[in-house]
């Protein structure tokens, strides 16, 4: 028992320190995979590995010398290179609910299931996002101001054709359509392909720059769709929708109530889980791909 409280005395600093650099981490690796700014990330990190590596072992005083002085401006490096990342992190952290209502949340995935279930057989086109924890009041100012009750009904009617505003986007707040006829920020990548419409291209470009879930049906095959975290996944069931809505929307908001990161810390991440924002029908988070399913 002597022998124990020094070595407690001595070691639990280290070994806190170990644990509060490990769940940053894993928050980070988890929070950039899939993002746009993972493959900055790698490219990154095994360029200043194998520089760093090459000096070392070939004794290369000045590239070391270089090296030492670029590692004194490498927070001022990050925030420049991960800038849009880093911003959406720090957004959904300043913007977390402190009493998630997964009632609430279960009655919105119903009413776009509902909604999108409607419209799909008939090919109207909808482009509806989801706000989250990122307010979307920046990138929103176009549209209409609705602000009435999301309801299967009035989605419906806002995307009903010769519709004056059918052709733009709904958002959505809690229950309530708070704009409609909204123009959404196109994305900027180039790899997509050129089939894809205005709608899709719209969905992944907010969803890029915020937390929200865009939902697309395509007014041309009646095809759904989601983009979430810059990734467009196409050709699902309204049964698959349900499950990645309710992943995102309920699961993920009941736990950030609590203190998830220490179960998964031990477990990884659970199975279905779209950590690395990419879903594949009928197979939620286990398609990484290119960005489009």
């Known amino acids: 028992m002597n022998g124990v409280l020094p070595f407690l005395q001595d070691w639990w600093r280290p ?24 493959p900055i990330v ?6 200043l590995l194998a520089l760093t590596l090459t000096t070392r072992l070939l004794n290369l005083q000045v590239l070391n010398a270089l090296l030492n002085q670029f590692f004194a401006f490498l927070a001022v490096a990050i925030v420049v290179l991960f800038q849009p990342e880093l911003r959406r992190m720090l957004a959904q952290l300043g913007n977390l609910p402190l009493i998630p209502n997964a009632q609430q949340e279960r009655e919105k995935i119903e009413v776009i299931c509902e909604t999108v279930d409607r419209l799909a057989p008939v090919r109207i086109g909808a482009l509806i996002a989801l706000e989250q924890g990122i307010q979307l009041a920046d990138l929103i100012e176009s549209g209409v101001n609705v602000d009435c009750e999301a309801t299967p009904e009035m989605l419906e009617t806002i995307f009903f054709p010769n519709n ?6 709904v958002v959505i707040k809690g229950d309530r359509i708070l704009r409609a006829g909204v123009i ?19 969905a992944i470009g907010l969803s890029e720059e915020t937390d929200a879930v865009v939902v ?11 983009a979430h975290r810059g990734v467009l996944t196409r050709g699902i069931s309204v049964e698959q929708l349900r499950a990645f809505l309710t992943e995102v929307l309920v699961r993920r908001s009941a736990a950030r109530a609590g203190l998830p ?5 031990f477990t990884g991440p659970s199975a279905g889980t779209p950590a690395n924002g990419t879903s594949a029908p009928g197979n939620p988070g286990n398609n990484p791909g290119n960005g489009i399913h």
């Open 15 to 38: 070994a806190l320190e170990i644990v509060i650099l490990a769940v940053g981490i894993y928050h980070a690796v988890i929070f950039l995979r899939g993002t746009r700014g993972a």
């Open 42 to 47: 790698t490219g990154f990190l095994a360029l």
């Open 164 to 169: 004056a505003i059918h052709d733009g986007g």
């Open 184 to 202: 959404l920020p196109l994305t900027q990548r180039g790899d997509l392909p050129k089939s894809l419409g205005t709608r899709h291209r719209a």
């Open 216 to 226: 697309v049906v395509s007014e041309e095959s009646g095809a759904i769709s989601y």
């Open 261 to 265: 990161w220490l179960k998964r810390l």
